[in-house]
């Protein structure tokens, strides 16, 4: 849930207020149901392309303990790392992968073999940095940052990416069974654990 918020969600500045949007409405469903809650699921951009749905609610407790581990109002440009116990670090990560991540398939030109890679969105080089070197720790797999201004041409967007053997890795452990996450983003990775590899060894993947 914190690692959604800190991609998807926004802290309003009135001190309660947390506010968590997707586009995919079954999953808000879900994250409402896991909250407890009893408020109704707001609307954006009705009708329109970028439709989205969203909850907002108010927990004093939740928005000031938010606050302690690192997160802000405003925050897409000024995150910086966030205070998450190692044991819950592939619960965050996952969240920040349900939010700005993207799990992609396609076939080699060459090959014709399926690839896969994982890659992670943030317009915060520190929170980009901050997530490589605690994949690296825990996971022993590496990964490259490089710049994508395609789809924000004024902000620069970092772009955290692995390969198939190191995104394998780090699936298997966010996404277990039965966790709270998007449909869609489990089933990917499920296809991708599934996946044939082809090789045994990788250097994105350390001893």
């Not at 001190?15 to 009893?38: A, M, P, Q, Y």
């Amino acid at each position: 849930m914190v690692g959604l918020i800190t991609t998807d969600g926004c802290l309003s500045s009135d001190g309660r207020h947390i506010n968590i949007t997707s586009k995919d409405i079954e999953f808000v469903i879900k994250l409402k149901d896991s909250l407890g809650l009893l408020n109704k699921i707001g609307v954006k951009n009705k009708c329109k392309v970028n439709e989205a749905y969203y909850l907002d609610f108010s927990n004093r407790s939740f928005y000031e303990f938010l606050l302690s581990i690192g997160l802000t109002p405003r925050k897409s440009l000024t995150q910086d790392r966030v205070d998450v116990p190692s044991e819950m670090f592939f619960d965050f990560l996952r969240g920040v992968i349900d939010g700005d991540g993207s799990i992609r398939r396609w076939t080699h030109s060459t090959n014709k073999k399926e690839q896969w890679s994982l890659s992670i969105f943030s317009p915060s080089l520190p929170f980009v940095k901050w997530l490589q070197g605690n994949i690296e720790d825990l996971y022993r797999v590496k990964g490259p940052i490089h710049r994508d201004i395609r789809k924000r041409p004024r902000v620069d967007l970092f772009v955290l990416k692995y390969g198939k053997m190191a995104a394998k890795i780090i699936l298997s452990k966010c996404y277990y069974k039965n966790s709270l996450s998007l449909e869609r983003k489990a089933k990917l990775a499920k296809d991708c654990l599934n996946s044939y590899t082809g090789w045994d060894k990788s250097r994105t993947v350390l001893n």
